[in-house]
């Protein structure tokens, strides 16, 4: 195994998807790093695999799962952990990252980030699967703030608090989806001051910035997490505040409806000014 | 309610659909049913992108609406049991085969297959280079025991329909001359960069090809009398990617 890889503090990074694999084999983008999603390289004889061996030297790497379905009462899936390990062993990626969710019960999966009841026994139960986990891969894991359209009437904790103790428990480190905390805000009510206060902030490792879309219901309208446009000025203000003190490296995402290279590399840039322009206000506050 | 019983009650909810009744305490900024149905839709809307993706032809051939249905009922009927979604989608040939919805349509189901064979053709990596060197050095002698290697994630397909043709005919928009009672054998060949050629075959060359898969060497065969052309042809176009000498023992494995 290789020396694990490092991601600098203010590294802004893109999500890498596969239109843009031989452009950026080509043209090397300026992206300080890159993070894939670890189930479409599980396949060591296939052609992302090929892809993925050539642009690992050029980029530090983070791999984001989707597929561990942490939150779920099913067993692990010890050929999904396999799987991730064996791809873990070949790039030593600089991180690894889940959900808080879970995404299949009695072994039908959702393709989803479903929601879990934020109780004592929904953190008793993840935190032991973080544990399990990263016992099994010898690696710290991230774990991801999910979105959600809904909020179980019998959590006894929010869900700051719960990452908060999960990452107590469990020793785990967290990545922030700014996005996902601002389209909960307006959906559920939850406190944007509040949760970032509660989330210890020494723990975060990796922060998320996507776009959402809004949807109309007869109800009123929603705010979707589609990852499938450009960062909205909210959520770029809260870049901006998060970043005086949080300088965990920082990702563009963007899951659907992928624009082109440079559209990414745009909003790439432009949370380097943000970064910039969060460390000038510092600065003059100082 | 525990973890446990949530889950179940979620996903009884996911997969019952908007009229079934929901045991589930929840909030948020709708009624409880259409928080649900957003969910219901991020699951069957995911696999309904993932099916069209692999499948564009297929849906070609039947238009968005009537696709939408059959993706919809597959995805209820046959749920994706494992996390990685690459591999959902191998049942949607056969599925589409048992609905009585698409008899009109006798050669969906093979339309399908062959996407699906392309998919996995597309998701092998090409980088053998044939062997020519190692396979001047063989002895004479032993020449005869040579069976030729395809090339990794080669697809053999063999339809009573003329699916390659149909398949080119809907890419080019162009249908005229299709002789709908013929059948086709084709191989399909991983290209490099996440692509994939078809390529036609006769069934002599079919039948040659299948038994190179089956690691029969050249003794067992009846060779045809262009075959040191259709070999150089087949090698140059990757479809032949290698060789191996084929003993008594590895026959017996």
Not at chain 1, 243 to 251: D, S
Not at chain 2, 117 to 135: D, M, S, Y
Request: include cysteine.
């Amino acid at each position: 195994m290789s020396d694990t890889q490092t991601i600098l503090p203010q590294a802004i990074g893109i999500g890498l998807r596969s239109p843009h694999f031989q452009q950026v084999l080509e043209q090397h983008p300026d992206a300080d790093w890159l993070e894939i999603h670890s189930e479409n390289f599980f396949n060591p004889a296939s052609a992302q695999r090929l892809i993925l061996d050539q642009i690992a030297p050029q980029y530090p790497l983070s791999f984001h799962g989707i597929g561990l379905s942490l939150g779920s009462t099913d067993p692990l899936n010890s050929d999904h952990l396999k799987q991730l390990k064996a791809l873990v062993d070949c790039y030593s990626p600089a991180l690894i990252s889940e959900h808080l969710s879970w995404s299949s019960v009695s072994g039908q999966y959702f393709n989803d980030l479903l929601p879990i009841p934020y109780t004592s026994e929904s953190l008793l139960h993840f935190s032991d699967r973080v544990k399990q986990v990263q016992d099994y891969l010898g690696r710290n894991l991230l774990i991801e703030n999910p979105t959600a359209y809904l909020s179980f009437d019998h959590s006894e904790f929010t869900e700051a608090e719960f990452l908060a103790e999960l990452q107590h428990r469990s020793g785990c480190d967290l990545l922030l989806d700014l996005n996902n905390i601002y389209v909960n805000s307006i959906n559920l009510g939850m406190n944007l001051s509040n949760y970032l206060e509660t989330i210890p902030v020494a723990a975060v490792k990796e922060i998320h910035l996507a776009g959402f879309t809004r949807q109309q219901l007869d109800s009123g309208e929603i705010l979707i997490d589609t990852h499938g446009s450009r960062v909205s000025d909210p959520v770029w203000s809260l870049f901006c505040a998060y970043r005086q003190r949080c300088q965990a490296p920082a990702l563009i995402e963007w899951d659907t409806d992928i624009p082109a290279l440079s559209v990414l590399m745009e909003e790439a840039d432009k949370a380097r000014e943000y970064q910039q322009m969060s460390s000038d206000w510092q600065r003059v506050s100082a | 309610m525990n973890l446990a019983q949530t889950q179940a009650e979620f996903s009884r909810s996911l997969l019952g659909g908007s009229t079934s009744p929901i045991n589930l305490a929840i909030s948020g900024p709708a009624p409880a049913q259409q928080l649900l149905q957003l969910y219901r839709n991020n699951f069957v809307i995911s696999l309904t992108e993932m099916l069209e993706a692999v499948f564009p032809v297929t849906k070609r051939l039947v238009g968005e609406e009537f696709f939408l249905q059959l993706s919809k009922a597959y995805i209820l009927a046959c749920p994706l049991r494992q996390a990685a979604i690459e591999s959902y989608g191998q049942g949607f040939p056969d599925f589409i085969d048992n609905c009585p919805q698409t008899d009109s349509l006798p050669y969906l189901s093979a339309m399908a297959q062959l996407e699906w064979n392309l998919e996995q053709a597309k998701a092998c990596t090409l980088k053998e280079n044939f062997p020519f060197q190692q396979l001047s050095e063989v002895p004479q002698t032993l020449q005869s025991s040579i069976s030729f290697t395809l090339a990794t994630g080669s697809q053999f397909m063999h339809s009573e329909f003329p699916v390659f043709s149909i398949w080119k005919a809907v890419q080019q928009q162009q249908f005229e001359g299709l002789d709908m009672g013929q059948s086709e054998r084709l191989i399909i060949v991983p290209r490099p960069v996440e692509s994939a050629e078809l390529v036609l075959l006769s069934e002599p060359q079919f039948r040659l090809l299948a038994a190179f898969r089956d690691k029969q060497p050249l003794s067992e065969l009846t060779l045809p009398p262009d075959f040191q052309e259709l070999l150089s042809g087949w090698i140059s176009a990757g479809i032949i990617s290698g060789f191996e000498l084929i003993t008594e023992e590895i026959k017996h494995d």
